[in-house]
């Protein structure tokens, strides 16, 4: 067994902790920030948590995960470029 896997596996651990809470309470904020009718950085939050999950997936190799936020990515962008709605 190689000797740098047995101590890059904390590290990773640790990263993937960091992103992974850290993209949920940006999304918390996101979700308070539209409670309190805080737009435009109710989107910019949630733009910084879905990244951060969609990251999330990545490290994990977790197609659901990825294919979710990719989505909803995808889903706020589109609603972004199309303007204020009427």
Do not use: C, E
């Not at 109710?42 to 190799?61: M, P, T």
């Not at 197609?63 to 990515?73: C, D, E, G, Q, S």
């Amino acid at each position: 067994m190689p000797f740098n896997a047995i101590i890059a596996r904390p590290r990773f651990d640790r990263a993937v902790f960091v992103v992974k809470w850290g993209a949920s309470i940006i999304q918390i904020m996101g979700y308070t920030a539209t409670g309190f009718g805080w737009t435009p950085w109710n989107l910019y939050l949630f733009l910084i948590g879905v990244l951060g999950w969609f990251a999330v997936g990545v490290l994990w190799n977790d197609k659901a995960l990825m294919l979710v936020h990719l989505v909803a990515l995808g889903a706020m962008i589109v609603g972004m470029a199309s303007g204020p709605a009427s």
